[in-house]
């Protein structure tokens, strides 16, 4: 009875550190700032301490908008919560006050479509890329910076 009693605690023992250590070593391979080849000029960027940021160029336009939030692993998951109200955009001199308006409410019409919270299922992570899969369909997001991890 006791043999059976140290096996139960030492699985139970093994499995959350199992569990736990895997959970942080995933964590500590996403961070890093990766692009979609298919969206050139858009970034996100995952920071160690659970930050996000996805940085889009504004097409032609000498603008930057950036919107953040935050993110964690749980389980083989990966979720997503943006903060679409600390967006901020950074606009070239040649802008006009009427195309930063325009962009601006464009940029806040998308996000009302957008979910606040998203969760994607890693797929794979490496030094090269990320891998998420929503909805069947896989993403391959390609590293370009390992943001000190």
Known sequence: MMKRVRLMAALTAATVFITTGCQND???KIVGKYE????PGQTFEFHADHTFMNTTGAGTMDCII???GTWKVDGDS???TNDIQNTTYEFGDSVTEENKTLVKGLFERMAKN???KSAFKIIEVDEKM???EKNGQITTYVRTDSLNR
């Open 26 to 28: 995933t964590e500590s």
């Open 36 to 39: 979609h080849p298919a969206l």
């Open 66 to 68: 950036k919107h953040p």
């Open 78 to 80: 990966l979720f997503i």
């Open 114 to 116: 957008q979910p606040e």
């Open 130 to 132: 990320l891998n998420l």
